[in-house]
């Protein structure tokens, strides 16, 4: 395998930096090579900022940024108002959106789990923002990102609230294969 | 377990297990989660230091300057301006030969406003007498750290050490972390000229001009002596742990006819470029400099050498290709990038080796005459 590479896109406060963590730590467990790393630059709190992940069979020595990736992960889909998600995004590449309405992109695999809705109704509500981190897990597992069983771990390893799992599990099982 | 961690993390992590007495740093902007993380570990009782949080980073250096010279182990941490502000107590520390271990994030100086990745920072504190080793890895920020308590408080060292880690490429990048059990690697400190009250003596007293220059060639003895114990410390360190450093790490050099010498994370980038370059038919060699002071002998007889500085020294060159220059002997291709964050990847690294004209200098991204 080649490096795989993901962009998240999300708001200041939303838990982008915290999904790439996540998702980076599964990928550890199961075995392989992962760094996330945040594009800072000046982040208020409900701007758009994007996250990168980097997974590899290989250790990873790029530092440079994601500028081809081959999965674009959108937890806040208003961004798309405002930023061109699909930016260098390769060819045939794939597209994720936290949404509750499909929405396709020629060229590109899209696909959409209402993760606000799960997180609602698992009540993952932190300061008044419904909690994406966790739920977008399972859905990164559906996609065979990483395995079931290290989006669990990871995620057990850094929230004790077993609603985290449950929401992460719900979204795997609402995203299509 | 497999841990997931930051540069900023992993170096305070290596400093829980080191346990120094003391830590004493200036909590606030340019400060970085390193003592953020220092400050948890000590209030859930993980850290048993004692934590000072002082007015500014001259007065964290000359607290750890002031608890170091009693005898006991001390850590401090900054990043760009906080670095410089010390600069008085950066030569104080290392002139009264205390074994002080700071982490510099290596951030660009102002202005412009710019909180990015950057060397020039820690290398205008190239000539305090601070040893300095600069990483490019999570996991080496945390193996470089543990090192450097075991190196500064050396009986033939006793002198400071500054561990670098790139501004946000590292410090805030998170990799995986493998902790160690640390043992017996670090021995008790013993600090032979420390504050003893049974025996009064003297300290900062004046020293006349028949007697300064002894000092300074002491300092200058001592940090000669430290290659030694550098090399013990990475072997034994290797032999515990599984994980070798050197003074350099060299990736492909042994055949190569052209080697691209640079420090930190673009070291790594420029493996890549290396791989790319091999496809080619191009027999280049990635050198990433770890330790800067001690300077090491390079050894680059009969290559090309292309130097990225990450930092300038203005009115002269960048800084690691004038001193590559003056060690060698001969030409090099200095391309200076990477200031305050600049974008390089490893396709850039590779158009520098392609592209080098020995002799120049090429300012990466400036159009202008250079």
Redesign the interface.
């Known amino acids: 395998m080649t490096v795989f590479e993901i962009r998240i896109h999300s708001r200041g406060g939303q838990g982008g930096v915290t999904a790439?963590?996540l998702l980076?730590?599964a990928a550890?467990?199961d075995g392989k090579?992962?760094?996330?790393?945040?594009f800072?630059g000046a982040e208020r709190r409900g701007a758009p900022i994007v996250s990168f992940v980097r997974i590899d069979d290989k250790p990873?020595?790029?530092?440079?940024?994601i500028?081809k990736p081959d999965l674009i992960v959108v937890l806040d889909a208003s961004v798309m108002d405002v930023v061109d998600v699909l930016q260098g995004l390769k060819k045939g590449g794939r597209v994720f959106i936290n949404s509750a309405g499909k929405k396709d992109f020629s060229g590109y695999i899209t696909s959409y789990v209402d993760l606000t809705g799960i997180s609602l109704s698992e009540d993952l509500v932190v300061a008044g923002s419904p909690i994406l981190n966790t739920p977008v897990l399972g859905a990164l597992a559906k996609m065979g990102i990483i395995s079931v069983d290290s989006a669990k771990k990871s995620i057990r390893e850094m929230f004790s609230d077993e609603r985290n799992v449950k929401a992460a599990e719900a979204a795997y099982k609402e995203l299509s294969s | 377990m497999k841990k997931i961690a930051t540069g900023n993390k992993a170096v305070a992590e290596a400093v829980k297990q080191v346990q120094p007495t003391v830590v004493a740093a200036y909590p606030i902007t340019p400060q970085t989660e390193i003592v953020e993380q220092i400050a948890e570990f000590v209030s859930t009782g993980e850290l048993k230091s004692r934590y000072i949080p002082v007015e500014s980073e001259h007065s964290a250096m000359a607290a750890c300057i002031g608890a170091s010279i009693t005898g006991i182990r001390t850590f401090t941490a900054t990043s760009s301006h906080g670095l410089l502000y010390m600069h008085e107590m950066t030569n104080w520390a290392a002139g009264a030969r205390l074994p002080i271990v700071m982490a510099n994030v290596n951030r660009s100086i102002g202005p412009g406003w710019n909180i990015w990745a950057e060397h020039t920072d820690a290398l205008q504190e190239r000539d305090t007498g601070w040893l300095q080793v600069y990483v490019s890895t999570v996991q080496e920020a945390y193996d470089a750290t543990l090192m450097a308590f075991r190196i500064a408080e050396h009986n033939d060292v006793l002198l400071p050490v500054m561990v670098n880690l790139d501004g946000f490429s590292l410090s805030h990048i998170m990799q995986p972390l493998d902790t160690v059990e640390l043992g017996d690697f670090i021995p008790p400190m013993h600090l032979p000229h420390a504050i003893d009250p049974k025996q009064p003596a003297g300290y900062g007293g004046l020293t006349g001009p028949d007697q300064h220059f002894k000092f300074r060639w002491d300092i200058e003895r001592s940090m000669r002596d430290s290659v030694k114990v550098i090399e013990e410390t990475e072997k034994d360190f290797a032999t515990r742990f599984g994980r070798k450093y050197g003074f350099t790490d060299d990736y492909q050099c042994d055949d190569a006819d052209v080697v691209v010498v640079s420090m930190g994370t673009l070291g790594k980038e420029a493996e890549v470029a290396i791989d790319i370059l091999r496809k080619e038919g191009i027999r280049a060699g990635s050198m990433r400099l770890r330790w800067l002071r001690p300077f090491p002998k390079l050894n680059l007889n009969g290559k090309d050498i292309v130097v990225i500085d990450r930092d300038y020294s203005f009115g002269f060159g960048g800084i690691l290709a004038t001193s590559i220059r003056a060690q060698q002997k001969i030409d090099v291709y200095s391309v200076i990038a990477g200031l305050g964050g600049q974008e390089v990847t490893y396709e850039d690294i590779a158009e520098f080796i392609r592209k080098r004209r020995l002799g120049e200098e090429f300012w990466f991204g400036v159009n202008d005459r250079v």
């Open positions: 790439a963590r980076a730590l550890i467990h090579y992962a760094t996330a790393c945040p800072y990873i020595k790029i530092y440079s940024q500028k």
